[in-house]
């Protein structure tokens, strides 16, 4: 008579390559997850942002040049552009990852102004950065007679 010995190692040796593929599948599972919750954090906070920036220019009056916008919500201004930088933990920088940038656009209605707010990432590189989130937003500017 035969010892089973060898059919119960075989046998226990494939399980343990089963239980391994399984492990493998899950853990890279979770890796994935953990980069889109990641990626999701980021277009939370870049729609939280805008959000406030688009808020605040019509606060003012609307104008996205303005730099009372800009200094209300403690951002750089130049050259018609308000903007603010963001490092790694959203905290404000000089020169970050993060870029939030307001251009005033021009309408084709008397009286309306409108105002384009998007936050950018940039990516290692020289690549473009890419948009996490972007919105328009647009005032009236004046009254405007009808008729």
């Known amino acids: 008579m035969r010892s089973k010995a060898p059919l119960l190692l075989m046998e226990?040796?494939?399980?343990?390559?089963?239980?391994?593929?399984?492990?493998?599948l899950c853990l890279q599972a979770f890796v994935k997850s953990d980069g889109l919750s990641g990626d999701s954090e980021d277009r939370d906070r870049a729609v939280i942002l805008c959000q406030n920036a688009a808020e605040t220019i019509r606060w003012f009056g609307g104008d996205a040049?303005?730099?009372?916008?800009?200094?209300?919500?403690?951002?750089?201004?130049?050259?018609?552009?308000?903007?603010?930088?963001?490092?790694?933990?959203?905290?404000?920088?000089?020169?970050?990852?993060?870029?939030?940038?307001?251009?005033?656009r021009p309408t084709e209605v008397p009286g309306l102004a409108s105002a384009y707010v998007r936050v950018k990432k940039a990516r290692p590189g020289d690549g473009e950065p890419e948009v996490l989130f972007a919105l328009e937003t647009a005032w009236q500017k004046e009254a405007v007679r009808l008729g």
Do not use: C, I, K
Request: charge should be negative; charged fraction near 25%.
């Open 65 to 104: 040049v303005s730099g009372d916008a800009a200094r209300a919500l403690g951002y750089h201004y130049d050259n018609g552009v308000m903007y603010q930088e963001f490092d790694e933990d959203w905290e404000p920088v000089d020169s970050g990852v993060y870029r939030l940038e307001t251009e005033e």
């Open 12 to 24: 226990q040796m494939v399980m343990l390559l089963v239980f391994a593929l399984a492990a493998a």
